[in-house]
């Protein structure tokens, strides 16, 4: 069992930045490949990012590509996910989820765990 739980959002204002963490406990979190989702009001949840489990490997959905980065610390049992350019379009709850199987069941929006999640609101 692997408890993940999710901190840092906010409201901030388009363009700004923000920093997610997602701090994970119980079964040794090098287990496991982690990513971020998000879900906004009325609409179906969506990956964001991907991250194996050494760090070497990240994978972006087309959206947030080159505004976002996924990063984990293994020492600090914590995953990351800094934002940068934020646009009201970005507005959902953000959540981690972690995943003991390839890289692409995050892609597909498989995971065996995931945490509850943080409210990201961006203003115009």
């Known amino acids: 069992q692997v408890q993940l739980v999710e901190s840092g959002g906010g409201l901030v204002q388009a363009g700004d930045s923000l920093r997610l963490s997602c701090a994970a406990s119980?079964?040794?979190?090098?287990?496991?490949?982690m990513g971020w989702f998000r879900q906004a009001p009325g609409k179906e949840r969506e990956f964001v990012a991907a991250i194996s489990w050494s760090g070497g490997n990240t994978y972006y959905a087309d959206s947030v590509k080159g505004r976002f980065t996924i990063s984990r610390d293994n020492a600090k049992n914590t995953l990351y996910l800094e934002m940068t350019s934020l646009k009201p379009d970005d507005t959902a709850v953000y959540c981690c989820?972690?995943?003991?199987?390839?890289?692409?069941?995050?892609?597909?929006?498989?995971?065996?765990?995931w945490g509850q999640g943080t409210q990201v609101t961006v203003s115009s």
């Open positions: 119980g079964r040794t979190f090098t287990r496991y490949n």
């Open positions: 989820a972690a995943d003991n199987g390839a890289p692409a069941s995050l892609t597909a929006g498989q995971a065996d765990y």
